[in-house]
DNA sequence: TGCGATATATAGATTATTGATATATACTGA
DNA sequence: TCAGTATATATCAATAATCTATATATCGCA
């Protein structure tokens, strides 16, 4: 199956409390998921440095147990395109529903 | 948002209760979703010819007002791969759910 | 007669993700 | 104490899914 690009609406929502940092935000997804979404760090970092990009979330560092650790937070950018891809979310996934469902054509 | 992965599921699923040609199943698709979800050719034919590689589906061609269109059927392995595309898919969307509805994070 | 819809197909570009690799620290168990 | 695993960030090459553009050909309509 291989669903690709809900990694941005999900690292959005789970900024959307609080900062984290990108290993966390990897972590809390595979968890709430209950393990069956697993970002990997080759996927995770770059697209967290698109959204900062992007300007939807920004990032400070902050030294932790003589570690350095990068903490990402919410801008109000970030805030509305979260409600605009939840959005889109439910939107695909009514859409596919609704084919599904359907008795399958003509 | 930009969400792949879920033409061969629609796919198989149109194919599901009878025999269609190409652009037949990218109209339904489009229909069907309310206009939503807009495959082209270029992604379509492709996606169609892969599943035909990989045994899933079957074509043959067939002269209709002196053209000759060329129609899908599920193969048996195709009905199996549709009923385990449906779980998965169905899994994703309440993982990604999981998460949002979830109070967002640690 | 020309345009839009029908119908199939391929090539090149773009996007999302994976896997591998690099680096460095902390913790745990043998 | 040494190895392996987890934490933590980052980049690169490869792969997969899709889009755009292009090509070709027929049909119906204005």
Known sequence: MNIKGSL?????HVLSSQPHHGYEIAKQINL???G???FRGGTLYPTLHTLEQ???IE???QEENGRLRRY???REA???ALLHERE????FVRAVNQILEGGASI
């Open 8 to 12: 941005p609406l999900l690292i959005l």
């Open 32 to 34: 709430q998921s209950g």
């Open 36 to 38: 069956l979404l697993d």
């Open 54 to 56: 992007e300007g939807l």
């Open 59 to 61: 990032s400070y560092t």
């Open 72 to 74: 990402y937070q919410l």
């Open 78 to 80: 970030g805030r509305t």
């Open 88 to 91: 889109e979310w439910s939107g």
